[in-house]
Every structure is written in structure tokens, then in C-alpha cells.
């Protein structure tokens, strides 16, 4: 092998690709080819010795240098390969088997050198081209993908429709391939094949969006994410779920107005809005007039010599019969591709003869479908029909397999795994168009096509085997689950994704099956156990729910023996439900039960966990009375420094939220002190959240009501400094919404609260987390006001509002509702505001919470000045700032004080009015830049001029 010069790097050149070894990369023209490792090594063994016969053995050292490898491994990344390449010929294109020897690359090759430096520079994958390559060359669909990419430019929202095995998924492949450079945000992919249920597409689109959130999964969070964005999105394989498709293809149509969309279904989602593309068969040639040598351009007649000659060599003698068998086959591209793979055990003539025959016995009992369907029913029939009995056993097994599967998955699942030729059959299955594979740049994965699988599993279903082969798929992937559950926490959930996302499909499959079948409870509880800690790293909450909610149906209360999981799902379910449906009584009876079968059992470390998801759920329903108990049992039964601070933390917040703003400071600067020594990355991360990050916010916002608005500011900069070197979403988003993004308003610092809440909408979008959107949403349109107060502003302010969840009691929607009523005396609604805060004051001391109750009293007063009401209003703001000065709450003091000066100012009484303003001012010793200072300062030169 002759290397190129130092410096230089060798590159291969054959037709539109170019190969550099050195670098594993394979072009297609400028764009690169996503290739497995191995694949790519054979591929350049072959380039490299163009023309020459390099045997199989050779082929083997080469690749798998010291390592045995059955040879049937070399034959299924060969048959990939062609594919690939979209060659078919083994005599004369790409890559030709010379039987008894090897294989023989035969397109010429043209072999330059270029600079290091320049190869280096070769365009990467783009990271917009985030969907299925098609595997072979399309045939005959030219003017077709042409004609869909002008009518998705044109109409946005196209679906193609046609029977199966029409080629719909493959003209939308290649339609993606032909608009991606319009499409700046790229095309995302989603199989509805894989989805058997309404509730989980909006949580499968979000994935495919890159979402990994512990929010609500729901269209409106969809459209979040794409609203911004020039994105196509491909829905494929829709028709079992059309009415969900149909409404999602609606909203997007309707909410994000730069998104494409290209459906396919067996039938059209019949929405308004909707361009259906009927998917014709491909070109046959006619009965008569059609002289042999032109049958070979029709499409049809052309797939079928592609893939014929993937395995044999067809003859130009044999062009009329091959006609006439894709006739028969009604030019469904499936069918075809079929039929072709069975050409080298029968070859062309006998084929036809045998369709012939089939197809006259079948049509007796397929009258009842419609003739396309009928036609693929009986081809699926026949090809299964024609298999040696071992390929029809593993085909069949391989039905049990949802979504992608490696050659390891066959030999641990399919009973027919356990022979030793079971890679050659998958290999004959692949050669006979009934298995796909695809080439990943770091694993083989294989899958059966939807129309196939769909075949397969019925037969599979009716079979003695059945029950014996889905147990095994469900053990197999229980016991896979701890290989791939021990890189989880090395790996970030992108990363995790990318490396074994490919088995989640088949997780969720034999979990549905397990936990719905009798038989298998104990192995569906367990395998739910396993796959919790999964969930909660990717986010999968609502999967969580849903499988966690069957899996307590199979342990029901009061069962000992089934005590220990009956915790730990209650806890799954209490950490899931709050963030998919929302915060209910029902959460804290399971927190509760879950506690006192972790104290029956002695286990101190669920019993504190069941504490602090008491706790949480009692603060999200203002229970803070209980809550404040619930701590101090934290406290009591905690047994480590760290969990000593996480209960500091847990008191300091319920005493701020009851307005004892004093004991509360002191309680958050003790939680922190176990957090001044170094840690390692994530360290400080338990119960789900960054216990430090936590611990800096609520003490940043108590040192703000305690006047230390400059020790304040500095707190919650390192908090978000770190929060955002190391992301974790949902302490980040906890971090912004209870304090960062309050803060900002409360010390009138409205540009870095904008900021922050544009930080907060842009985590929402990125996670899901719809419920946290929609507070922000609605905070962004309160800073709005405070900007400049209009009516426009203030009806968005009021949609934002009407759109909050029901579920609002938490302290964070406080500042959203007392503001509504600042918002409504603003807007001339006074009535309607002053009931709005009575209302609210009366609530948050039925309560307990009186840490803003100053606050809203100063709210009301401000909406009674406007009335004219001055003497009610002086009042209050007495009231309010005597309550302030009870709870420590200097800032809610300053705040009263410049109201109320304000208001004896304007009648004239300067003197009251200074001294009241002064009186305040004197007790703050920092925070002399915040909003409220600089009008204390302005209105004290005003009183003393």
C-alpha cells in the first residue's frame, strides 16, 4: 500500500464520494455519510486494492484484527454497505462477491493527495440533519420529491398518502434531503409506528425536538419550542393515530408559523389546512405496445433489477417477466422489493410462475381489502411463505422488537438466537428486503419495516411461542438495564441519549408487557424499579407516570412482601404527578404512606425522602404550618452534615413564607455553611435539586427584605454563575422563577429581571417545563407594565394570568396576583382590584403567610389613593408598616414609607412626610442603588427643598 508524502493526506475519489481513511471519513459529494466504524475499515480495504480480489479472511484480519468474528458479520456490513453506496450490482457496480474467493470493489478510483491542514477543514455532519438516511437509492420518485418540496414551500403542511409499502416514509426521507438547506433549524424525524398511545405523541415530538424536561408534555409546549424557529418536522406512519396527529399537525400549522410539516398516513388526517399528496405505485410498463429494450426505464421494472441484482444477475431476456411481476405487484415499491430478494433462490422465471400460483390461492380469503392492500397482504404472504423454516422462526421473533435492535438483542432474545447460523439468516432476511439496517458511526442496528413488523406480530401473537418470547425480551432488557444504568451518571443525558436511546423503545415495550400480563408482575414491578433513576436523568417524566401508576396495580397496600418497591413508586409517583398534572391532596397521602412503610421497615434514608416530598407538597398547597413540622422531623431523623443544612434550608424558607424574616435569615446562613468546603461536580445535588444553589436563593431573597440588598444582589450573581457552568434544569429554573426574577422587580432592576426571565422562557422551551412558561410568561408581561403601563400591556398581562395553571398557591405566583391588582387600579378596574386584594390578604392570613401581606396592603392603598380614599389609605400603610417592622421586612417597610410620603406630600404635610421617609432610610446600611433608595433619595431632596 503505497502512504502519502508527511504532511499530506491520501484521499479516494469513485463517482460523487470521496473517502479519507485516515481520517474515517466518507463524502458525498460535500456532504459527509454517517457510517459505522467497521463498515468504514472495510470499505477502505477495498478502495485501496480497487480491482483486485481481496479475500474474506484478509477482510476479517484487517477489521478485526485478534478477534474471532463469525463471517456472516462481514456479510451483513457488506450487504449495508451497498445499500449505502446505492449500488446493487455484485458484478458490476460497487462492491462484487466472486464466489469462493471474496469481493472486489469495480468503480475506478482516483487516488490525490491534499494538505493536512485542508482535509481538516471538510465540511462536518450537520447537526440539522437529525433524521433516518435512506438506506438504498430511490427509484423513480424524481419528479415526485420535486413536486413535495414546491408544495411544501408553497403550502407548509403537506401529507402523503398511499397504501403500505407505497414508499411513503422514503419520499419523505428524501424530500427532507432536498429542502434541508431551507430549514436554517434543521428536520427532526418522529415515527408514530413506535407510539401505541394519544398521550404519548406530544412527549415524543418533544424528544425528537431535543426536550428533555420534567414539564408538562403537551402541544403548547411544542409550539413553544418551534414558534422561533424555521424547522421541518416529519410525522411519520400516522394513520393509527390520526385524530392526535391531525390536532398536533393543526396547532403547529396554526402556532408556529416558520415550521413545516410533512405527514404520512394510509388516509388523509382530513383537517383544514391540510395538502394531501396522494402517493401513486411506481411507472409500470403498459400490457401492450412496450417494445423489451424500453421496459427497463419504468420505474418499477428498474427497482426490481436494482434489488434483484443486490444477490444474482438479471438478463435482459428476462425484462418482459419482470414486467409482468411488477404488474402483478401493482408498482408497490415493498412488494417489488420483495419479490426481488427472492430472485436468486428462484430466479426470474420461476418467480413468476410461483406468484402466479400464490396469488390464485390467496385471492379467495384477501377480497374484503382493497386491492393495493391486498396485493402487499399477498406478497408479505408469499415472501413469508418462501423462507427456509429458520428464517421464518426468527422473523417472526424478531416482531417482539419495537424499534431498533442489535445482533446481540437477537441472540439473547429469539430462541432461534442460540443458533450458530442465526447471523446468516438475519443476513438472508436483509438480502430479501424484510429487515432494514442502518450504519451508525458507532453500532449496526436493524429493524423491521412498520408494514413488515405489523405482518410479523400478528403471526407472532398467534404462536405457542409467544408468551415464552416476550418474557424473554422483557428479562433480556431488565438485565441490560443495569449495564447501561451504570454509565448514566458519567454520561450528560445528550450523551446518554446518543449512546443507548436506541433501547428505550424496547424498554417501555417490555414494561407494557410485563406489567399488563399476569404472569410477569414481579418482572414488570422490578424492571419499573430499575428504570426510575433513567426516567428522572432524561426527564421522561410523563413515561414515569404512566408505567409507575401500572406497576403499584400489581402491588397493592398491606402486601409485605411487596412493602420496599410499594415506597419507592409511591415516591416516583409523588415526584412525577406534581410536575405532569399538577400538585393534589392525593400527593401528600402518598408521601405519607411512603414514609411510614420506609419507618416499618427502618429505612432512615426513605423515611427523609418521603420528608422532604411531604414538605415540598405542602408548601405547593400552603400547608406551611404542617410543612414547618415536616422539617423539623427532617431535622430530627437526618444523620449527615449535608442533610443537617437541607433542613436549615427547609425551616429558613417555611419561617420567610410565615413572615418571621429574622429566625429565617438565620436558619439559611446555617444551611450553607456545610457548602463552603470544595465538591466535586453534582456533589451537592439530592432530592432532585441543587440543595446549595437552593440554599443561596431563598437566603438572597431574605437578605433582600432584611435590607441587605447589596450582600443580596452578590448572592443570587455566584448562584447563577454557577448554576449556568454546571445546568441543571431544574435548579436552574427553581433558582430563576423563586428568585432571581422576583429580586429583579423588587429591587427595580428591570432590565436584570427581563434578562432572567428570557433565561428562564429559554429553559422552559428547551425542557418542557410548561407550567414554569407560563409563570414566566406571565412575569415578562408584568415587567412589561412596569416599563410602560398600557392598555395593550395590560390585556397581555390579563391573558398571561387567565392562562397560570389552577393549581397556583406557591410563593412565586404571590408577586403575579397582588400585582394583578396594582395592574387593575392601574387600568381604572379599582373595584375590581380592591376585591382582588382583600380577597388575597384574607387568604394569606387564613394561611399563615404573612410574608407579603405588608406588600398588599400597600397595593390596596395605592388603588384607595387613586379613589381619593387618603384617609383609608394612610391607614393601611401604618398598618402595613408596622407589620413590616414586626417581621423584619425592611424593604416592604421603605416601600409603605415612599408610598405613604407620596401621599401626605400631595396634601401638603412635607414635614410628616419626610420624617416618615427618613425614619426608614436611616435603618439600611447598603442597597443604595436599588429602585426604592434612589426614589427615597429623590423625594427627600424634593421635601427638603
Avoid at 443525558?493 to 443507548?500: E, M
Wanted: glycine residues 8%; proline residues 4%.
Amino acid at each position: 500500500m503505497q502512504h502519502a508524502a508527511a504532511g499530506s493526506i491520501r484521499v479516494y475519489r469513485f463517482e460523487n464520494f470521496r473517502l479519507i481513511p485516515s481520517q474515517d471519513r466518507l463524502y458525498e459529494g460535500d456532504v459527509p455519510v454517517a457510517v459505522g466504524s467497521r463498515a468504514l475499515a472495510i470499505l477502505a480495504v477495498l478502495v485501496e486494492r480497487s480491482g483486485d480480489v481481496v479475500s474474506k479472511n484478509d477482510l476479517m484480519a484487517k477489521v478485526w484484527p485478534g478477534i474471532f468474528v463469525e463471517e456472516a458479520n462481514l456479510r451483513v456490513h457488506i450487504t449495508a454497505l451497498r445499500r449505502l453506496l446505492g449500488g446493487t450490482g455484485p458484478v458490476s457496480h460497487y462492491i462484487a462477491n466472486v464466489p469462493g474467493r471474496g469481493y472486489r470493489f469495480m468503480p475506478r478510483v482516483s487516488v490525490t493527495e491534499m494538505p493536512a491542514e485542508s482535509a481538516a477543514q471538510a465540511v462536518e455532519l450537520p447537526s440539522q440533519r437529525d433524521y433516518p438516511r435512506l438506506g438504498t437509492r430511490l427509484v423513480g420518485r424524481g419528479e415526485t420529491v420535486a413536486a413535495l418540496t414546491r408544495e411544501l414551500a408553497q403550502r407548509r403542511w403537506v401529507t402523503v398518502t398511499g397504501s403500505g409499502g407505497i414508499g411513503k416514509t422514503s419520499v419523505a426521507l428524501a424530500v427532507a434531503d432536498a429542502a434541508l438547506q431551507t430549514y436554517p433549524d434543521g428536520v427532526r424525524f418522529i415515527d408514530f409506528a413506535a407510539l401505541t398511545d394519544v398521550e404519548a405523541v406530544p412527549g415524543a415530538v418533544l424528544s425528537a425536538l431535543g426536550v428533555s424536561g420534567a414539564g408538562e408534555k403537551t402541544i403548547a409546549a411544542i409550539i413553544a419550542v418551534l414558534r422561533p424557529k424555521r424547522m421541518l418536522l416529519i410525522l411519520d406512519n400516522c394513520e393509527h393515530l390520526r385524530d392526535a396527529a391531525g390536532e398536533l399537525a393543526l396547532a403547529l400549522f396554526n402556532g408556529a408559523p416558520q415550521t413545516g410539516l410533512l405527514v404520512t398516513s394510509r388516509e388523509p388526517l382530513r383537517i383544514e389546512g391540510e395538502r394531501v399528496f396522494r402517493l401513486q405505485p411506481l411507472a409500470m410498463p403498459p400490457l401492450e405496445g412496450a417494445k423489451d429494450a424500453d421496459l427497463s426505464v419504468y420505474a418499477a421494472v428498474e427497482l426490481f433489477i436494482e434489488r434483484a441484482n443486490e444477490r444474482a444477475q438479471v438478463e435482459s431476456s428476462d425484462l418482459p417477466l419482470i414486467a409482468e411481476i411488477c404488474r402483478r405487484l401493482d408498482g408497490i415499491p415493498l412488494a417489488i422489493e420483495l419479490a426481488a430478494g427472492q430472485v436468486e433462490v428462484f430466479g426470474v422465471r420461476g418467480l413468476a410462475a410461483l406468484l402466479e400460483e400464490k396469488f390464485a390461492l390467496v385471492m379467495r380469503d384477501k377480497r374484503r381489502a382493497l386491492p393495493r392492500h391486498r396485493t402487499l397482504l399477498e406478497t408479505l404472504d408469499w415472501s413469508f411463505e418462501n423462507l427456509p423454516p429458520q428464517e421464518q422462526a426468527l422473523l417472526l421473533e424478531l416482531a417482539i422488537f419495537a424499534g431498533p435492535f442489535e445482533a446481540a438483542d437477537v441472540r439473547a432474545v429469539a430462541l432461534c438466537g442460540r443458533s450458530a447460523n442465526v447471523l446468516d439468516d438475519l443476513a438472508c432476511l436483509i438480502d430479501k428486503s424484510l429487515v432494514a439496517i442502518s450504519m451508525g458511526e458507532e453500532r449496526v442496528t436493524y429493524r423491521l419495516l412498520e408494514t413488515t413488523r405489523a405482518y410479523a406480530r400478528e403471526k407472532l401473537e398467534a404462536a405457542e411461542v409467544y408468551p415464552t418470547i416476550a418474557r424473554r425480551h422483557a428479562e433480556y432488557y431488565a438485565s441490560l438495564l443495569d449495564s447501561i444504568l451504570a454509565q448514566r451518571d458519567g454520561l450528560t443525558p445528550v450523551q446518554w441519549t446518543r449512546a443507548h436511546g436506541h433501547v428505550l423503545d424496547n424498554i417501555h415495550a417490555a414494561l407494557q408487557w410485563a406489567l399488563t400480563e399476569a404472569t410477569a408482575a414481579e418482572l414488570g414491578v422490578a424492571m419499573t424499579l430499575k428504570v426510575l433513576a433513567l426516567w428522572h436523568r432524561l426527564s421522561l417524566l410523563e413515561d414515569c407516570r404512566r408505567y409507575v401508576e401500572l406497576a403499584l396495580q400489581r402491588v397493592p397496600a398491606g402486601d409485605a412482601r411487596n412493602a420496599r418497591p410499594r415506597m419507592i413508586l409511591l415516591q416516583a409517583l409523588g415526584q412525577t404527578v406534581p410536575a405532569t398534572l399538577g400538585v393534589g391532596r392525593e400527593v401528600e397521602s402518598w408521601w405519607r404512606e411512603a414514609y411510614g412503610i420506609a419507618e416499618q421497615l427502618g429505612d432512615r434514608e426513605n423515611q427523609v425522602r418521603s420528608l422532604v416530598g411531604l414538605w415540598a407538597t405542602q408548601c405547593y398547597t400552603a400547608n406551611y404550618q404542617e410543612a414547618l413540622v415536616t422539617a423539623e422531623r427532617f431535622r430530627v431523623q437526618t444523620g449527615s452534615d449535608a442533610d443537617e443544612c437541607v433542613a436549615d434550608r427547609m425551616v429558613g424558607t417555611v419561617l420567610h413564607v410565615l413572615g418571621d424574616q429574622t429566625k429565617a435569615l438565620a436558619h439559611l446562613e446555617r444551611s450553607l455553611t456545610y457548602y463552603d468546603k470544595p465538591a466535586v461536580p453534582g456533589a451537592n445535588v439530592r432530592f432532585l435539586l441543587d440543595q446549595k444553589l437552593l440554599s443561596q436563593g431563598a437566603l438572597a431573597s431574605v437578605q433582600w427584605l432584611c435590607g441587605q440588598a447589596d450582600r443580596s444582589w452578590e448572592l443570587i450573581r455566584k448562584a447563577m454563575e454557577s448554576a449556568l457552568a454546571e445546568p441543571h434544569a431544574f435548579t436552574l429554573c427553581n433558582l430563576l422563577a423563586h428568585y432571581a426574577c422576583p429580586l429583579g422587580l423588587f429591587t427595580g432592576n428591570l432590565d436584570a429581571a427581563l434578562r432572567y426571565t428570557a433565561l428562564l422562557l429559554e429553559q422552559t422551551d428547551s425542557h418542557g417545563l410548561e407550567v414554569w412558561r407560563r409563570w414566566a410568561l406571565a412575569f415578562e408581561a408584568l415587567l412589561g407594565l412596569h416599563k410602560n403601563f398600557t392598555p395593550e400591556g395590560f390585556a397581555a398581562y390579563e391573558q398571561a394570568m387567565g392562562n397560570l395553571p389552577p393549581n397556583n398557591a406557591h410563593p412565586r405566583y404571590k408577586v403575579l396576583l397582588w400585582s394583578y391588582g396594582w395592574a387593575m387600579g392601574r387600568a381604572g378596574a379599582s373595584d375590581k382590584a380592591i376585591r382582588l386584594l382583600d380577597g388575597m390578604r384574607a387568604d394569606l392570613q387564613g394561611n399563615g403567610e404573612l410574608w407579603c401581606v405588608p406588600e398588599v396592603m400597600r397595593m390596596k392603598a395605592d388603588v384607595l389613593t387613586g379613589l381619593g380614599n387618603s384617609l383609608a389609605a394612610e391607614a393601611l400603610l401604618e398598618e402595613a408598616m408596622a407589620l413590616a417592622r414586626k417581621q423584619g421586612a425592611l424593604a416592604w417597610e421603605l416601600k409603605a414609607a415612599i408610598t405613604l410620603s407620596r401621599l401626605l406630600l400631595a396634601q401638603g404635610r412635607r414635614k410628616e412626610a419626610a420624617t416618615a421617609l427618613e425614619e426608614r432610610v436611616r435603618l439600611f446600611t447598603e442597597g443604595w442603588g436599588t429602585g426604592d433608595m434612589r426614589d427615597a433619595k429623590t423625594l427627600l431632596e424634593m421635601l427638603a427643598g
